[in-house]
Structure formats: structure tokens, C-alpha cells
Antibody
């Protein structure tokens, strides 16, 4: 059974960089059948897609966050990570990592079938 | 990119059927069949209920069904049960090689 677990600081100061890691167990991140993604949810609000990455490092980002986001992958550790620069209170949210189904024939990714439990990150001084 | 449009809330009585709409554009739902629906209970991670417009993952009740017409996708829950009370989100792949979610719909079982 695949398991994803987010880790990182729960409190980040304004203007600093938010850094989170997703550790994947029960399966390999580099088999090329999936993309791996980050999704966030501000308290009481809806889901927002942040970005997806392939094991090769090919990444796609939400245009509204692209200037501040970097997603990277470390296949040796079976992990992928999120960095969000210059955070403000508006970045306070539960951050989820998830596995995305990948249609390799067409080059499209589809639904998220496995999710981490989520980690609340608060931006405050 | 703009979020897909969902009604804020939908309600129904036990045993009834309800339908949640998800309206996008020709840049997302109108072009691709990569439309998914997620159920989220308070404090829990989302769970996929439907993918590729109408496909149900293993273990998801056949009371959940999906469809699409033009730029609008729909999720129907038949035989409404108390455990169906949750928030539901749609999502779609886009022509910009991104993913967009809907704003979410709160389903209340009366």
C-alpha cells in the first residue's frame, strides 16, 4: 500500500521560504507511471493545485504561484519537495502531497489517487 | 487560470438523488475528459470518487456517477446516505498543462 507523508515546519515567518518534503513508501517514485503533486487548502476554503513533477524533474506549476514555487524530486530518497518563496499570511494552509495518475500515451496527468494526511503551515511572525 | 464553477451547497433527503455541476471552459472541461471528483470530510484528505469524467475507482460505491456535456461536468449521488455529507470538488486538466479545481460544494443530507 502506497503511503505519502508530508514533513516540515508548521510555522514560517512572513517573507521567508516555506519548505516541505513528501516521503513516499510502499512504492517507487521513479517507475515513470505517475506524476507527484502538491495541493494546498487554506483554512475553511477550497483546494488549490500548486504543481506536479515527474521523476525526471519535469515540473508544471500553477500560473498564479509559478514565480514563487519550486518543486524538486530526489529519487535516491524516494522523496519530492516544495519550496514557496516570499510567503505571506495568504499562504497559510494545509499542504497535501499526492500521487497523480499519468496517461503516458497522451502525456496528460489525471486524478490524485493517493494523498498524504496533510500538514498545516501557518505564516506568522 | 480561473477555478471551475460549482454551486456552494446542495442538499437532499436520505435516499434521494442529487447532482452537482462543475462548469469550466473550452480550455479545460470542454477539451479534455480528464475530469475528476473528490469527496472530502472535515479534517481529512480528499478521496477520488470519479476520474476521467465517469470512471469509478475500485471501492467507490456505484451510487456515485459522473458525466459531461460541453464545458460542464456533473456528479450524481443516488440513494443519498448520511455518510455522503461532505465537501465535493471537481478538477480538470487544462490546455496550459496545468490542473484546476472547482471551488467546492457542500452536500447536506436532510
Amino acid at each position: 500500500q502506497l503511503h505519502l507523508q508530508e514533513s516540515g515546519p508548521g510555522l514560517v515567518e512572513p517573507s521567508e521560504t516555506l519548505s516541505l518534503t513528501c516521503s513516499v513508501s510502499g512504492g517507487s517514485i521513479d517507475i515513470g507511471k505517475n506524476y507527484w503533486g502538491w495541493i494546498r487548502q487554506p483554512p475553511g476554503k477550497g483546494l488549490e493545485w500548486i504543481g506536479n513533477i515527474f521523476y525526471s524533474g519535469s515540473a508544471y506549476y500553477n500560473p498564479s504561484l509559478r514565480s514563487r514555487v519550486t518543486i524538486s524530486v530526489d529519487t535516491s530518497k524516494n522523496q519530492f519537495s516544495l519550496e514557496l518563496d516570499s510567503v505571506t499570511a495568504a499562504d497559510t494552509a494545509v499542504y497535501y502531497c499526492a500521487r497523480s495518475d499519468y496517461d503516458s500515451w497522451n502525456g496528460y496527468w489525471d486524478y490524485f489517487d493517493y494523498w498524504g494526511q496533510g500538514i498545516l503551515v501557518t505564516v506568522s511572525s | 487560470q480561473s477555478a471551475l464553477t460549482q454551486p456552494a451547497s446542495v442538499s437532499g433527503s436520505l435516499g434521494q438523488s442529487i447532482t452537482i455541476s462543475c462548469t469550466g471552459t473550452s480550455s479545460d472541461i470542454g477539451t479534455y475528459n480528464y475530469v475528476s471528483w473528490y469527496q472530502q470530510h472535515p479534517g481529512k484528505a480528499p478521496k477520488v470518487m470519479i476520474h476521467e469524467v465517469s470512471k469509478r475507482p475500485s471501492g467507490v460505491s456505484d451510487r456515485f456517477s459522473g458525466s459531461k456535456s460541453g464545458n460542464t461536468a456533473s456528479l450524481t449521488i443516488s440513494g443519498l446516505q448520511s455518510e455522503d455529507e461532505a465537501n465535493y470538488y471537481c478538477s480538470s486538466f487544462t490546455t496550459s498543462t496545468t490542473l484546476v479545481f472547482g471551488g467546492g460544494t457542500k452536500v447536506t443530507v436532510l
